[in-house]
C-alpha cells in the first residue's frame, strides 16, 4: 500500500474512531479490556457491515475488461 492510501486511511480511521468514542459509554474505555471489547463491539456493529457491503457491491458490479471489448475476431472479417 502507497504511503498516501495508508494516510487516508489512518485519517478516516481517526475520524471513525472519535464518532465511535462519543457513543461508547465512558466507564468501558477505562480498562485496556473495556476499549478491546468496545472496539470489537463497534467493529462488528457498525463498520465490518460497511465495508462487507462495499465490497459485495463492487464484486458484484459489471466490469469492462479491455482485452474483451469486442468480440469480432479477424477471421469474422473475411
Same mark, same amino acid.
Given at each position: 500500500? @502507497?504511503?498516501?492510501? !495508508?494516510a487516508?486511511i $489512518?485519517?478516516?480511521? &481517526?475520524?471513525?474512531?472519535? *464518532?465511535?468514542? %462519543?457513543?461508547? @459509554?465512558?466507564? $468501558?474505555? !477505562? =480498562?485496556?479490556?473495556?476499549?478491546?471489547?468496545?472496539? &470489537?463491539?463497534?467493529?462488528? %456493529?457498525?463498520?465490518?457491515?460497511?465495508?462487507? @457491503?462495499? *465490497? *459485495?457491491? $463492487?464484486?458484484?458490479?459489471? &466490469?469492462?475488461?479491455?482485452?474483451?471489448?469486442? =468480440?469480432?475476431?479477424?477471421? @469474422?472479417?473475411?
Open positions: 500500500m @502507497d504511503a498516501e492510501k !495508508k487516508q $489512518q485519517a478516516h480511521a &481517526r475520524a471513525l474512531a472519535a *464518532l465511535l468514542y %462519543e457513543e461508547t @459509554d465512558p466507564e $468501558q474505555v !477505562k =480498562t485496556l479490556a473495556g476499549i478491546e471489547a468496545a472496539v &470489537r463491539g463497534h467493529l462488528l %456493529e457498525h463498520v465490518d457491515p460497511e465495508i462487507g @457491503d462495499f *465490497l *459485495l457491491q $463492487q464484486a458484484a458490479a459489471p &466490469r469492462v475488461d479491455e482485452s474483451a471489448a469486442s =468480440t469480432v475476431s479477424s477471421d @469474422d472479417c473475411a
